[in-house]
Every structure is written in structure tokens, then in C-alpha cells.
């Protein structure tokens, strides 16, 4: 795709894009450059200092640095707003355009497959507080290739794990010692500056400066006046005001009257443009002004891709509005309400509202959201409209029956259900007789219940508004079509549910909300009875219904959607993929808190932790649900964390904790509710199915059997063949452990055709190495003929046997009969690698729990090996275990 043909990009991209430091007058920090020089190639840099430290123009001398070494750069300055996952993903997308040219490739896969080398640069980190976007940062730098490198400016030390990338020798750091000017970088900064000081006055400036980029900058600024230098410094050290301060207010009282009103009147603007300017300023001719301020260079930067847009340095706007609240208190609301009015004249709502709110005119800003919320909810807007609804007193909202209304939409979608329902019965828009509200009242019944996991309750409250159909609101009847077909596909019969999505799509309109909710019904349906390709396809189109084409790519859907693909795309096998929708829907999941997402986001989250050998960060992971299920109150939540963790202790072969945990999941009034009705988090992972596990692995095999058909029965009675194909996979590995090899081979046959079919991939893969030995059993009989009747087949099964690796490959350790101790004793450190690899822990994971390097890890495990005499990890685990060595 040509630049031309691309879409164009927001205005707010514009400013965030380019840096809005300069290297001040040609001046070169050479100890930025020594640092860099000596760093060599780290992953990560952080430059990090209080405000005014010249942050940004440390990094942007890196910049240029890189730049002369011919590393391709981008450049990202953050907000508040990129706290919001989707709207993170679109700034860093249009960030790394030079790397992404098409504008169509996953930025995560176009920063981690990108071959020559580059620095992405992100300004303001201190800014992002959400868990989700520092996990997307932190996975970001995890991934990157050689040559590629991530440069952070904050205030304060990011939580992206820096002691192992500092172990590592992967990190550098520029504090603020490093920051700080020193005497020879004050006296040449000033002199290019034309201010140029006795030694004297100029260690007096760099002591009660300290080295302080901003004071110094605001100093030179003060020292142009003529006459200006000895009673400025001579006033400067005795003050007891702070050095900001007192600087900044002797640099705007030297402003000429227009330009001094200019500066103040305009700092409520985040972007300044000649128009906006002149309607807050009509009696100022603003584009003179800008002309000379332009010309002058000194306070406003122009924004790099939005021609005749400018703003502040961040401190200077910080002081013109402080300045302006004591000057003038009553300007901050006129000139919020000129530009909220300037912005609804161009017809863009959203920087008018945000105008409105900020100035305090909330009348106007109810007038605006009567207006406007409508579109913005049809879109799915949830998050916006939330932010706004909850800057308005709900004694203010309460009086606007409608927007209330739509208020209990937003807030159940970003704040969840038991929220929005304690705001609608406070609201009191429940006893209103507007046709309106009691259309949407009529849906949010049954989605809040619902959602609260209360389905019969939510079934009752939907029946009675489907008799008041239609109501003439498409996107609250479409609502109620769609929740309507969720609940009875849990509790009721699948033929009804299909047609309540039926009148669903019938009745939508231009919902791109609404479209996402039906496609991902519909999908989880198709995922239920096995048809896992539709599913996969239909969680893909929900997702990119509700993304905004303009700015956001298909990671953009909300948490409904987006953790329903993940799960399609975790059982396809795409960790990676998998991962980053995790990072960007577990945080919304998290906020939203409906039962099966919380379950099915952190099960993911947990077991991609495990197979790659983070076992640390696997069990905090069901740590941390655990914990947000009790406050919250949530039993199946909690009882699934713990039935989760006992699929980890399993996988590791400890028999005891599996079992433990098993018997404190056991919470009788949560699995005969999940026994009645089908939700989506335990079509595969049920007390039930665990209990199969466990017994199937430490019990008796032969009993196993006997539970599974009834079970299979039901599941195919009610076609529920996704939860059918796990039965088999046990089935078939029950009749293996009882020595039935033929059943279990010929059960395991007809369950990888039906699963290479649809693509089935992690509901065998998630059985481990017990299912290792009867797969190459299969497989090699499938190989064995000379013309196999289904390629396809053999290839599918020979892609599992591959993506088990070594559990499939080689020689399982039991076929060995090792002497009673090793030839050679194993060295503390050897058994304490031993552990670590009997619990799954990957070399890396290992590496950094021991602080050695990976290449010391290896060292261990050969020698391990050459110890016990074995061939393999799989093989030394066992024989530690016999040998008693390990547990």
C-alpha cells in the first residue's frame, strides 16, 4: 500500500510522534554519548530524572547518535489516554511506521521479524500506569531481535524487570546524576545562549542550580534582557522561591503584553493552532504572535506532520496554567468553553466534550453527550463514554434519564456488571416511563444478570422484555436478541439461540457494537459443537467489528470478544499470538469481571507461562485470580484457580499438591451449577475432567474408563463435541495405562482425525508427556505404511509429536534401569537445577532464578547427564526421581 492510499492518521498522532526537545543551541551532552558508547548494545535503555532533567533531550542526542550509525528510529511520546490498550497499540503502530511501510503488518510481529537495526524510542513511561500496556512493553523488549532496542524517558524506574535484563548486561541507565549539567556544560550552554557569566557567578549558578537542565534553560532565557545578569543572579541566589519558579515568572514578565496573554490564555489548549487560537484570544492577532514565537523558537515546538500545530514544553505549560489559575481564576472555564465551542463548530465532539468537562461546564457537557452518545455507544465506544460519565456528579447525570442510561451500558463493559447495576437502582432511571430508557432497561436486565453469572435469574428478566419487541431502539432490541441467545445457549437449547441471533442481525442496524456480540455468540457456539475453524474465524471478524478502521487494527475489540480469541488462538498453537491478545483483553477482563473471562484469560495466561518454562510466573498468575476472586466474591472463580493449580502440580508429577488442590476446588454448589449449564470456561476444564486427570495419572485407569461414557453420552446428546473430543483424548490414554494398547490406539486414531480436520491443536498438546508415548505409538503405525490413505493426517500427527519435542522424541527415562547411585556425586547446585527441571522450568527461567547465565545452565545440565548417565532432560529427571535425588 502506497503512502497515498493509506488512511490518514488522527491529529493526535501528530504530536506524538516527533520529540518536542531539541538539542539546545547545538549543545552536546558528551557524557550521554561516553555512556552509549561503553553500553554497546543493550536491549533496553531507561533515561530516567525528575522533571526538567532533559529527559527528552538526552534521548533525542541518542537518537541522532543511532541515526549517524545508521539505525532506522521511532519515536513515541505517551499520554494518559495510552493507558487504554487498543489506543496504545495504535500510537506505537503509527510510531513504527518506518519499520512497518504497508501498515498492515502486527507490530509486535514487525518489531520482533525486523533485520537491520533500530531503536524505538517511548517518551513519558511515567504516564502508563495499566498493567496490560507495561506487559505489552515488557514483551516488546523480551522479543526483540539483535539490533533492535527499546530507549524509555521516565520520572520514575519502569516495572519491566530490570534486574534480570541488568544481570543480563542488557541494560543501560542514564539517571539523573547523569543528567545533571556540569560546570564546563553550564558555562558553554549559556555562552551559546549569549549569556556568558564570571566563574564566580557561574559556580554560584551550578550550585544552586545542581546541574539543572530546566533551571538553566529558564536562565538563559532571563539572561537575553539587556542589563539583565547581575541583578538576575544575584536575586536568583538569594531567593526563596523555587528556581522554576522564580525563573519562570522573570521570563514571562519580560513578554510584551499580547505575547504574555497569549501565552497564559492559550496553555488550556493541548495542540495550538492558529483558529482555535483566535477564537479564545479574538482581540490578540494570533497569527503575528505565532509568527514571532515561531520565529523566536524558544517556547513552542511546531508538531512534526500537522503543519501550523504547536505546543508547549510540558513544565512551561505546567507553569503558564498554574499562573493563569492565580492570575486570573475565572479565565480557565471561559477558555475551556471557547475552544469546547470552536471544537463543536469543526464537528468533533470528542476534544469538545473533553473541553466542556475540564472547564467545569458540565450543562454544556450534558447538552454535547445528548447529542453525541448515542453514535458513540452504537460504535462501542465504552471506555470514552465512561471516562466522561464518571467526571460528571451522578446527581447531575441522574437528572438526564437517557444519558444515564446509556451511562449503565458503558460502565458494565469497562467497569463491569455489579457496578452498573448498583448505579442503575441508585440512578433511579428504573421508575422512568421515557419509551427510551424502558427499551434499554428492557436489555440491561439480562445482560447485567447475566454477566453477574445469575443466567436463570437473567433468563426471566429477558422473556419478559421479548414480549415488548419491537421497541423502534435497534441497538437496545439488538441487545436484547443477543442476550438472549448467550443465556439460553447456557442454560437452554442451542436451536433457540441460533434464532434469537438470527432476529439479533435482523435488527442491529449500524451497531458495530452489536455485530461484535452476536459474531462472538455465534462463535462460541461453533466452538461448543467443534467446528473450530468458524469459531476461529467468527472470534477474528468480532474482534475487528468494534475496532475504529481509522485508527485501530483488529486489536481493538473489547474484552467480550478479544478473550475468546485468544482462547481459539492458543488452541491453534499460537503462543505468541495468544500472548499478545492476553496482554491486551486480560486487562479489560480484569476491570469487567465477568466469571468466565476472569477464569479463561488467567488459565491461558498461566499455562503459556508453564510451556515456556516460567513456572514462577504460572502460579502468580492463578495467584493473582485467586486473590481477585475473593474480593469480589466470586466461588467458581475461586474454585477454579485453585482446579487450575492443580493441573500444574500435576504436570510436574507432584501427586500430593495435585491432589490437595484438587480436594480445595471441590466446591459442590459451583459444579452441580456447572454440571446444569454450559459455560464456556469449563467446557474443558471442570472438576469433573480434572478428577479424570488426576485418577488417570495416580489412580486407577481402569475406573476412568467407566466414568468417561456416560459423560460422553451427555456431550454428544447435547453436541457439545469440543468438551466430547477431551473425553476421548483421556479415553484413549486410560486405555494405554491399562494396557490396552489396540483400544487405546485405535481411540486415539479417530480422535486426530476429527481433530486434524478442524485444526485442534493444545486439547491434546495440554495433556503433556503422558499422552507422548501412545501419540508415536499412533503415529509410527500411521508412518509404517508404505500408502498412508490420509497424508493429512500423518502430517498433523507428526506437527504434535513435534510440538511435544522432547517428550515425544526420545526415549522415555523409565525404559532405563539405572544402578542404585550415580558415578560421580551431583554437586548442590547440580540437584537444585535437577528440581528446576523436574518443575518445568525452562533453561532461561532457570538462568535467572540461579543469576547465572544461560550458558552456565547448559554447563550443569551436560554434566548432569554425564553423572546419571543419561541421554536427555526427560531421562535425568527420572532417574533423579528413583534415585531419590529429587522429588
Same mark, same amino acid.
Given at each position: 500500500?502506497?503512502?497515498?492510499?493509506?488512511?490518514?492518521?488522527?491529529?493526535?498522532?501528530?504530536?506524538?510522534?516527533?520529540?518536542?526537545?531539541?538539542?539546545?543551541?547545538?549543545?552536546?551532552?558528551?557524557?550521554?554519548?561516553?555512556?552509549?558508547?561503553?553500553?554497546?548494545?543493550?536491549?533496553?535503555?531507561?533515561? %530516567?530524572?525528575?522533571?526538567?532533567?532533559?529527559?527528552?533531550?538526552?534521548?533525542?542526542?541518542?537518537?541522532?547518535?543511532?541515526?549517524?550509525?545508521?539505525?532506522?528510529?521511532?519515536?513515541?511520546?505517551?499520554?494518559?489516554?495510552?493507558?487504554?490498550?487498543?489506543?496504545?497499540?495504535?500510537?506505537?503502530?503509527?510510531?513504527?511506521?518506518?519499520?512497518?511501510?504497508?501498515?498492515?503488518?502486527?507490530?509486535?510481529?514487525?518489531?520482533?521479524?525486523?533485520?537491520?537495526?533500530?531503536?524505538?524510542?517511548?517518551?513519558?513511561?511515567?504516564?502508563?500506569?495499566?498493567?496490560?500496556?507495561?506487559?505489552?512493553?515488557?514483551?516488546?523488549?523480551?522479543?526483540?531481535?539483535?539490533?533492535?532496542?527499546?530507549?524509555?524517558?521516565?520520572?520514575?524506574?519502569?516495572?519491566?524487570?530490570?534486574?534480570?535484563?541488568?544481570?543480563?548486561?542488557?541494560?543501560?541507565?542514564?539517571?539523573?546524576?547523569?543528567?545533571?549539567?556540569?560546570?564546563?556544560?553550564?558555562?558553554?550552554?549559556?555562552?551559546?545562549?549569549?549569556?556568558?557569566?564570571?566563574?564566580?557567578?557561574?559556580?554560584?549558578?551550578?550550585?544552586?542550580?545542581?546541574?539543572?537542565?530546566?533551571?538553566?534553560?529558564?536562565?538563559?532565557?532571563?539572561?537575553?534582557?539587556?542589563?539583565?545578569?547581575?541583578?538576575?543572579?544575584?536575586?536568583?541566589?538569594?531567593?526563596?522561591?523555587?528556581?522554576?519558579?522564580?525563573?519562570?515568572?522573570?521570563?514571562?514578565?519580560?513578554?510584551?503584553?499580547?505575547?504574555?496573554?497569549?501565552?497564559?490564555?492559550?496553555?488550556?489548549?493541548?495542540?495550538?493552532?492558529?483558529?482555535?487560537?483566535?477564537?479564545?484570544?479574538?482581540?490578540?492577532? %494570533?497569527?503575528?504572535?505565532?509568527?514571532?514565537?515561531?520565529?523566536?523558537?524558544?517556547?513552542?515546538?511546531?508538531?512534526?506532520?500537522?503543519?501550523?500545530?504547536?505546543?508547549?514544553?510540558?513544565?512551561?505549560?505546567?507553569?503558564?496554567?498554574?499562573?493563569?489559575?492565580?492570575?486570573?481564576?475565572?479565565?480557565?472555564?471561559?477558555?475551556?468553553?471557547?475552544?469546547?465551542?470552536?471544537?463543536?463548530?469543526?464537528?468533533?465532539?470528542?476534544?469538545?466534550?473533553?473541553?466542556?468537562?475540564?472547564?467545569?461546564?458540565?450543562?454544556?457537557?450534558?447538552?454535547?453527550?445528548?447529542?453525541?452518545?448515542?453514535?458513540?455507544?452504537?460504535?462501542?465506544?465504552?471506555?470514552?463514554?465512561?471516562?466522561?460519565? %464518571?467526571?460528571?456528579?451522578?446527581?447531575?447525570?441522574?437528572?438526564?434519564?437517557?444519558?444515564?442510561?446509556?451511562?449503565?451500558?458503558?460502565? %458494565?463493559?469497562?467497569?463491569?456488571?455489579?457496578?452498573?447495576?448498583?448505579?442503575?437502582?441508585?440512578?433511579?432511571?428504573?421508575?422512568?416511563?421515557?419509551?427510551?430508557?424502558?427499551?434499554?432497561?428492557?436489555?440491561?436486565?439480562?445482560?447485567?444478570?447475566?454477566?453477574?453469572?445469575?443466567?436463570?435469574?437473567?433468563?426471566?428478566?429477558?422473556?419478559?422484555?421479548?414480549?415488548?419487541?419491537?421497541?423502534?431502539?435497534?441497538?437496545?432490541?439488538?441487545?436484547?436478541?443477543?442476550?438472549?441467545?448467550?443465556?439460553?445457549?447456557?442454560?437452554?437449547?442451542?436451536?433457540?439461540?441460533?434464532?434469537?441471533?438470527?432476529?439479533?442481525?435482523?435488527?442491529?442496524?449500524?451497531?458495530?457494537?452489536?455485530?461484535?456480540?452476536?459474531?462472538?455468540?455465534?462463535?462460541?457456539?461453533?466452538?461448543?459443537?467443534?467446528?473450530?475453524?468458524?469459531?476461529?474465524?467468527?472470534?477474528?471478524?468480532?474482534?475487528?467489528?468494534?475496532?475504529?478502521?481509522?485508527?485501530?487494527?483488529?486489536?481493538?475489540?473489547?474484552?467480550?470478544?478479544?478473550?475468546?480469541?485468544?482462547?481459539?488462538?492458543?488452541?491453534?498453537?499460537?503462543?505468541?499470538?495468544?500472548?499478545?491478545?492476553?496482554?491486551?483483553?486480560?486487562?479489560?477482563?480484569?476491570?469487567?469481571?465477568?466469571?468466565?473471562?476472569?477464569?479463561?484469560?488467567?488459565?491461558?495466561?498461566?499455562?503459556?507461562?508453564?510451556?515456556?518454562?516460567?513456572?514462577?510466573?504460572?502460579?502468580?498468575?492463578?495467584?493473582?485470580?485467586?486473590?481477585?476472586?475473593?474480593?469480589?466474591?466470586?466461588?467458581?472463580?475461586?474454585?477454579?484457580?485453585?482446579?487450575?493449580?492443580?493441573?500444574?502440580?500435576?504436570?510436574?508429577?507432584?501427586?500430593?499438591?495435585?491432589?490437595?488442590?484438587?480436594?480445595?476446588?471441590?466446591?459442590?454448589?459451583?459444579?452441580?451449577?456447572?454440571?446444569?449449564?454450559?459455560?464456556?470456561?469449563?467446557?474443558?476444564?471442570?472438576?469433573?475432567?480434572?478428577?479424570?486427570?488426576?485418577?488417570?495419572?495416580?489412580?486407577?485407569?481402569?475406573?476412568?474408563?467407566?466414568?468417561?461414557?456416560?459423560?460422553?453420552?451427555?456431550?454428544?446428546?447435547?453436541?457439545?463435541?469440543?468438551?466430547?473430543?477431551?473425553?476421548?483424548?483421556?479415553?484413549?490414554?486410560?486405555?494405554?495405562?491399562?494396557?490396552?494398547?489396540?483400544?487405546?490406539?485405535?481411540?486415539?486414531?479417530?480422535?486426530?482425525?476429527?481433530?486434524?480436520?478442524?485444526?485442534?491443536?493444545?486439547?491434546?498438546?495440554?495433556?503433556?508427556?503422558?499422552?507422548?508415548?501412545?501419540?508415536?505409538?499412533?503415529?509410527?503405525?500411521?508412518?509404517?505404511?508404505?500408502?498412508?490413505?490420509?497424508?493429512?493426517?500423518?502430517?498433523?500427527?507428526?506437527?504434535?509429536?513435534?510440538?511435544?519435542?522432547?517428550?515425544?522424541?526420545?526415549?522415555?527415562?523409565?525404559?532405563?534401569?539405572?544402578?542404585?547411585?550415580?558415578?560421580?556425586?551431583?554437586?548442590?547446585?547440580?540437584?537444585?537445577?535437577?528440581?528446576?527441571?523436574?518443575?518445568?522450568?525452562?533453561?532461561?527461567?532457570?538462568?535467572?532464578?540461579?543469576?547465572?547465565?544461560?550458558?552456565?545452565?547448559?554447563?550443569?545440565?551436560?554434566?548432569?547427564?554425564?553423572?546419571?548417565?543419561?541421554?536427555?532432560?526427560?531421562?535425568?529427571?527420572?532417574?533423579?526421581?528413583?534415585?531419590?535425588?529429587?522429588?
Amino acid at each position: 500500500m502506497s503512502a497515498s492510499q493509506r488512511r490518514p492518521l488522527p491529529e493526535f498522532f501528530g504530536s506524538k510522534l516527533t520529540p518536542v526537545a531539541r538539542l539546545a543551541d547545538g549543545i552536546f551532552r558528551t557524557g550521554i554519548e561516553q555512556l552509549a558508547n561503553v553500553a554497546g548494545a543493550p536491549r533496553l535503555v531507561v533515561v %530516567c530524572g525528575p522533571a526538567g532533567f532533559g529527559k527528552t533531550t538526552a534521548m533525542v542526542q541518542l537518537r541522532e547518535l543511532y541515526e549517524r550509525q545508521q539505525m532506522v528510529t521511532a519515536w513515541l511520546t505517551l499520554d494518559r489516554a495510552d493507558n487504554d490498550i487498543p489506543r496504545f497499540l495504535a500510537s506505537i503502530t503509527a510510531a513504527t511506521g518506518a519499520l512497518n511501510p504497508d501498515g498492515h503488518s502486527d507490530v509486535m510481529d514487525t518489531l520482533s521479524s525486523e533485520t537491520g537495526p533500530f531503536a524505538l524510542f517511548l517518551d513519558d513511561f511515567e504516564l502508563i500506569q495499566e498493567a496490560g500496556v507495561v506487559d505489552l512493553v515488557r514483551e516488546i523488549i523480551d522479543r526483540l531481535p539483535r539490533g533492535g532496542r527499546v530507549v524509555i524517558g521516565t520520572r520514575v524506574q519502569p516495572e519491566l524487570g530490570l534486574g534480570r535484563l541488568r544481570a543480563r548486561g542488557q541494560l543501560m541507565e542514564i539517571d539523573a546524576d547523569a543528567l545533571r549539567f556540569t560546570a564546563v556544560e553550564t558555562d558553554d550552554f549559556l555562552r551559546r545562549r549569549g549569556a556568558e557569566l564570571s566563574s564566580r557567578d557561574l559556580e554560584d549558578v551550578v550550585a544552586r542550580t545542581e546541574g539543572w537542565p530546566a533551571a538553566l534553560w529558564l536562565l538563559s532565557l532571563a539572561l537575553q534582557r539587556p542589563g539583565a545578569r547581575l541583578s538576575l543572579v544575584s536575586r536568583l541566589l538569594v531567593s526563596d522561591r523555587g528556581v522554576t519558579d522564580y525563573l519562570s515568572e522573570e521570563v514571562l514578565a519580560q513578554q510584551p503584553p499580547d505575547v504574555r496573554t497569549f501565552l497564559l490564555r492559550t496553555s488550556v489548549l493541548r495542540q495550538l493552532s492558529l483558529p482555535v487560537c483566535q477564537a479564545l484570544l479574538p482581540q490578540i492577532n %494570533c497569527a503575528e504572535v505565532l509568527k514571532n514565537l515561531e520565529r523566536s523558537n524558544v517556547f513552542l515546538s511546531a508538531i512534526a506532520g500537522a503543519e501550523g500545530h504547536y505546543r508547549y514544553h510540558s513544565l512551561f505549560a505546567d507553569f503558564l496554567k498554574a499562573q493563569l489559575d492565580r492570575e486570573q481564576p475565572e479565565q480557565p472555564a471561559r477558555l475551556h468553553l471557547a475552544a469546547s465551542g470552536w471544537y463543536e463548530e469543526q464537528g468533533r465532539p470528542v476534544p469538545a466534550i473533553d473541553h466542556a468537562i475540564e472547564g467545569g461546564d458540565l450543562p454544556h457537557a450534558l447538552d454535547l453527550l445528548e447529542r453525541h452518545a448515542s453514535a458513540l455507544l452504537e460504535a462501542g465506544r465504552m471506555r470514552l463514554l465512561d471516562r466522561w460519565f %464518571c467526571a460528571i456528579p451522578e446527581s447531575l447525570l441522574g437528572r438526564q434519564v437517557r444519558l444515564a442510561t446509556i451511562a449503565v451500558w458503558a460502565r %458494565c463493559f469497562t467497569q463491569g456488571p455489579w457496578k452498573a447495576m448498583e448505579w442503575l437502582d441508585r440512578s433511579g432511571v428504573s421508575s422512568s416511563e421515557d419509551p427510551v430508557v424502558r427499551a434499554h432497561l428492557q436489555a440491561q436486565r439480562p445482560v447485567l444478570l447475566a454477566m453477574m453469572d445469575r443466567y436463570d435469574d437473567a433468563q426471566h428478566a429477558g422473556e419478559a422484555g421479548l414480549s415488548n419487541l419491537p421497541t423502534g431502539q435497534t441497538f437496545a432490541d439488538s441487545a436484547l436478541f443477543n442476550a438472549m441467545a448467550h443465556i439460553v445457549s447456557v442454560v437452554g437449547d442451542r436451536r433457540d439461540a441460533q434464532n434469537f441471533l438470527r432476529d439479533a442481525r435482523q435488527s442491529q442496524s449500524d451497531s458495530a457494537f452489536n455485530r461484535m456480540y452476536t459474531e462472538t455468540i455465534e462463535g462460541v457456539l461453533d466452538l461448543r459443537e467443534g467446528r473450530f475453524r468458524e469459531a476461529l474465524a467468527r472470534f477474528r471478524v468480532a474482534v475487528a467489528s468494534n475496532a475504529r478502521p481509522d485508527i485501530y487494527r483488529h486489536d481493538s475489540g473489547n474484552a467480550w470478544a478479544g478473550i475468546f480469541l485468544a482462547e481459539a488462538v492458543y488452541e491453534s498453537n499460537d503462543l505468541d499470538a495468544a500472548e499478545r491478545l492476553l496482554n491486551v483483553y486480560l486487562p479489560m477482563a480484569r476491570n469487567v469481571g465477568l466469571p468466565d473471562h476472569l477464569i479463561t484469560s488467567h488459565r491461558l495466561r498461566s499455562r503459556i507461562h508453564f510451556w515456556r518454562g516460567n513456572v514462577d510466573a504460572a502460579f502468580q498468575t492463578l495467584g493473582e485470580l485467586e486473590t481477585l476472586a475473593h474480593d469480589r466474591h466470586l466461588p467458581r472463580v475461586v474454585a477454579s484457580a485453585r482446579l487450575e493449580r492443580s493441573w500444574l502440580f500435576l504436570m510436574q508429577g507432584n501427586e500430593p499438591a495435585s491432589r490437595d488442590e484438587l480436594l480445595s476446588a471441590d466446591d459442590p454448589v459451583v459444579w452441580e451449577a456447572v454440571a446444569r449449564q454450559a459455560r464456556s470456561a469449563h467446557e474443558l476444564e471442570d472438576h469433573f475432567i480434572a478428577r479424570l486427570r488426576f485418577d488417570l495419572h495416580f489412580g486407577d485407569a481402569a475406573d476412568v474408563i467407566g466414568r468417561i461414557d456416560p459423560e460422553w453420552r451427555r456431550g454428544m446428546s447435547a453436541s457439545r463435541r469440543y468438551r466430547v473430543t477431551k473425553l476421548r483424548v483421556l479415553l484413549a490414554m486410560a486405555f494405554y495405562r491399562t494396557g490396552d494398547v489396540g483400544r487405546a490406539t485405535a481411540e486415539l486414531n479417530v480422535t486426530l482425525r476429527d481433530a486434524s480436520r478442524e485444526g485442534f491443536v493444545r486439547i491434546l498438546l495440554d495433556e503433556g508427556a503422558a499422552l507422548a508415548p501412545l501419540l508415536r505409538r499412533v503415529f509410527s503405525e500411521l508412518a509404517d505404511r508404505t500408502s498412508p490413505t490420509d497424508p493429512v493426517l500423518v502430517s498433523y500427527s507428526q506437527g504434535l509429536l513435534e510440538a511435544l519435542g522432547p517428550l515425544a522424541t526420545e526415549e522415555v527415562a523409565q525404559d532405563f534401569q539405572p544402578e542404585g547411585h550415580p558415578r560421580e556425586e551431583l554437586t548442590v547446585k547440580e540437584i537444585r537445577v535437577l528440581q528446576l527441571l523436574a518443575e518445568g522450568y525452562s533453561n532461561a527461567a532457570m538462568a535467572e532464578k540461579l543469576f547465572v547465565s544461560d550458558s552456565t545452565v547448559r554447563t550443569h545440565l551436560r554434566n548432569i547427564n554425564a553423572k546419571l548417565d543419561c541421554r536427555s532432560r526427560t531421562q535425568a529427571v527420572a532417574v533423579a526421581r528413583r534415585l531419590g535425588l529429587i522429588r
